[in-house]
């Protein structure tokens, strides 16, 4: 075995090429040789870059977490660590012994049963284990009960990603990998897999390389982080670090995404039959209208993300065709659901003028948004006069549920999901007496 620190990955400027095939037929003739013919393969081939000069070291002892979205390159990368691909240019030296969680199910037999598929993977370690110490010892771990005598093809997701981490952490391999498997086990044992994996590391020096969406498990779990984009490593250092400027990343793209949907929903086109079936998104009788809103945090405007307990601003635009006496302007918030999570309500008397004329703007601001983190939709709108007991006052102009928006955390270290509402509390702790 390598000493602890010593290099056990060792990627230097890999690359890997996928050829990608428009149909059967295709891939028949290219396994035949007839991808030569130079005029029918630009036809037929296509070529996909899963990575691109990607280099990477990973030391014994070390944990390294690899994000990116569906798609960059991570499991190529850990599969051809595992050496189950060959990269197609580069060096790929792995020392040691590997065991690779990849994908559930894989080494085990789905009509043997939990038992005898544990022994099978024993032996085929070469492990000898006459006193089944070491099968006791998984299937505690891996805590099936009864269900370790039925067969394999009978067990859940989550029971066969309990089965498969037991086994696969159970005989301590030099290096461990893990491609998003822990993904499909409940909280409670992932929360075990993370100190058992915490332990092999620390203790004897095992080298873990795993690939998640799970930020926060990465960042609580490994020491390095690495972002892959489209087969390429766009940032690697500390997990914060990496984190940070990988979220940043999301939100941009987010941002994009959100800002098309808010057009989308105020500028399609409805034919006359959609506008019979299909109720409008805007509708008011105009007297004032709605020409424009944007969202504001920070230093940052005109945005679709705004930050849990930061200051954000809403301002709404507005053009009056005519004079109007205390309109009522609302920014209601719903849940994707459809429930109204938070409704912002000021009428012009409130605001210090009780007539209004000409164009103007409206700004709901708010030192600390008491929203959680996820996804939500508002409507933004001119009434006559304040809702009722529940019921819509005359409208001037209603943008219904056309705008779209995130609220996220500030920081990846939170690892607490608050729900829907920040709520501020006061806390106090009392003892009486001691034992």
Known sequence: MSEVGSTIVDIRQITKRYQIFQN??????????????????????????????????????????????????????????????????????????????????????????????????????????????????????????????????????????????????????????????????????????????????????????????????????????????????????????????????????????????????????????EKEHVSSSEYGSKEIVITGISLSTGDCHDVKSLYCLEPCEVVVEWKACRSVTNPVFVFCIYLPSGACASQWIASSREMGTEIVSGQGTVTFRSDRLLLGSGYYVASVGVFAEMPNRGLEAAPYHVLDRCVYFQVVEQSFNDQVNYGICRQPVATELRIHGRP
Request: charge should be positive; include cysteine.
């Open 24 to 273: 059967p037929g295709d891939r028949l003739l290219h396994a035949l040789g007839l991808s030569q013919i130079v005029f029918w393969r630009r036809r037929s081939v296509k070529e996909l870059w899963a990575l691109n000069g990607v280099t990477l070291n990973v030391r014994k002892g070390e944990r390294v977490g690899i994000v990116g979205r569906n798609g960059a390159g991570k499991s190529t990368l850990l599969k051809i660590v595992a050496r189950t691909v060959a990269p197609t240019s580069g060096d790929a030296i792995v020392r040691g012994r590997v065991r690779a969680l990849l994908e559930l199910g894989i080494g085990f037999h789905p009509e043997l049963t939990g038992r005898e598929n544990i022994r099978t993977a024993l032996a085929y370690e070469g492990v000898r284990d006459s006193n089944h110490e070491l099968e006791r010892e998984i299937i505690d771990f891996a805590e099936l009960g009864e269900s370790i005598e039925q067969p394999l093809r009978t067990f859940s997701s989550g029971m066969f990603t309990r089965l498969a981490f037991s086994v696969a952490t159970a005989v301590s391999p030099d290096l461990l990998i893990i491609d998003e498997i822990l993904a499909t086990g409940d909280a409670y044992f992932v929360g075990k897999c993370f100190e058992r994996l915490q332990r092999l590391s620390d203790q004897q020096a095992v080298a873990v390389l795993m690939a998640s969406h799970d930020l926060t498990a990465v960042q609580a779990l490994c020491h390095r982080a690495l972002w892959i984009e489209h087969g390429i490593v766009k940032h690697e250092g500390s997990p914060l670090e990496v984190l940070r400027e990988y979220g940043r990343s999301i939100r941009r793209e987010e941002e994009a995404r959100l800002r098309i949907r808010d057009r989308a929903a105020r500028e399609s086109p409805r034919t006359d039959s």
